[in-house]
């Protein structure tokens, strides 16, 4: 079975711009969450889409966003880009079932530079 | 106060040592325990399980979860430089999709 995929690997931006990052979830998995990673702040959790739905958010602010297709890949897009922004942006699916028994498996991950 | 502290390290061991990594947390509600590896580059893998408290046991890993302490551990035995990665630990209240991780320890096995 092939892993979640992320693309593009890299990514460079100037302050101001948007961005979008796409994530394809392993066959059959319904759900994604999406994740920033850096050295200060560590892994935070972003949102998670689940049947083209949000089903959970974190607590980032509105310029970051989302959405699933009905194929249960997802886009995630960052509007007026800052420099803190620059990160490690991490793609993970499980296949939605039962709460708490799911496995998340993660891609590997965007690495975003805003300069 | 974070909600999962993490001793980051460095922590550096020589081959066939028994590693201890450990986390503790604040939310009370927190019922499912993971434990991450991550080389560099890569994304997180999953290496351990948990739900509620106790033990669990994997070729040469073992999780412990101690609710009542809201401290958990990851042990590696017989260590070997594969092992070397960053481990982070990971926790949920209610869905183990919306995960908050601890800060992660690099760990580095020497040969």
């Known amino acids: 079975k092939a892993g979640v995929t992320q693309t593009p690997r890299y990514l460079i931006k100037t302050r101001g711009q948007q961005v979008t990052l796409s994530c394809s979830p392993i066959s059959g998995h319904r759900s994604v969450s999406w994740y920033q990673q850096t050295p200060g702040q560590g892994l935070q959790f972003l949102f998670e889409?689940?049947?083209?739905?949000?089903?959970n958010k974190g607590n980032f602010p509105g310029r970051f966003s989302g959405r699933q297709f009905s194929n249960s890949r997802s886009e995630m897009n960052v509007s007026t880009l800052e420099l803190g922004d620059s990160a490690l942006y991490l793609c993970?699916?499980?296949?939605?079932?039962?709460?708490?028994?799911?496995?998340?498996?993660f891609g590997p991950g965007t690495r975003l530079t805003v300069l | 106060q974070k909600e999962v502290e993490q001793d980051p390290g460095p922590l550096s061991v020589p081959e066939g040592a028994i590693v201890s990594l450990n986390c503790t947390y604040s939310?009370?509600?927190?019922?499912?325990f993971m434990w991450y590896r991550q080389y560099s580059r890569k994304g997180p893998e999953l290496l351990m399980y948990t739900y509620s408290s106790g033990n669990k046991e994997d070729g040469r890993f073992t999780a412990q979860v101690d609710k009542s302490s809201k401290y958990i551990s990851l042990f590696i035995r017989d260590s070997q430089p594969s092992d070397s990665a960053t481990y982070l630990c990971a926790m949920s209240a209610g869905s183990a999709r919306q995960l908050t991780f601890g800060s992660g320890t690099q760990l580095t096995v020497l040969p």
């Open positions: 889409y689940f049947s083209e739905t949000q089903r």
């Open positions: 993970a699916s499980t296949g939605g079932g039962r709460s708490g028994t799911d496995t998340q498996y």
């Open positions: 939310n009370s509600a927190f019922q499912y």
